[in-house]
């Protein structure tokens, strides 16, 4: 079982940037790593995911804005956040589901605020 740790949010202008990390304390080689939001009054939804192999897949209100990587040496997954907007300001959340069996694990969580 892995426990999940995210830091980077904060406060940051409309067009900034802000670059999340997602610290796992073990092997996430064999996790599917997933980056939720959740804003206020608003249901979690999925802003991208990148398989165990590398390759990703994002909601279309972050496409080309946002980029998930992963360093699997590090236990690490990133999420990359470029132009953002005001309507991206959400906790920011991330998950891990194993490739092959049930187990899922979610972190706490990280205040992305975007505002002038």
């Known amino acids: 079982q892995v426990q999940l740790a995210e830091s980077g949010g904060g406060l940051v202008q409309p067009g900034g940037s802000l670059r999340l990390s997602c610290a796992a304390s073990?092997?996430?080689?064999?996790?599917?790593m997933n980056w939720y939001r959740q804003a206020p009054g608003k249901q979690r939804e999925l802003v991208g995911t990148i398989s165990s192999g590398g390759s990703t897949v994002y909601a279309v209100s972050v496409k080309g804005r946002f980029t998930i990587s992963r360093d699997n040496a590090k236990n690490a997954v990133y999420l990359q956040m470029n132009t953002l907007k005001p309507e991206d300001t959400a906790v920011y959340y991330c998950h891990a589901r194993h490739t092959t069996n049930p187990l899922s694990h979610w972190g706490q969580g990280t205040q992305v605020t975007v505002s002038s």
């Open positions: 073990g092997s996430i080689n064999m996790y599917v």
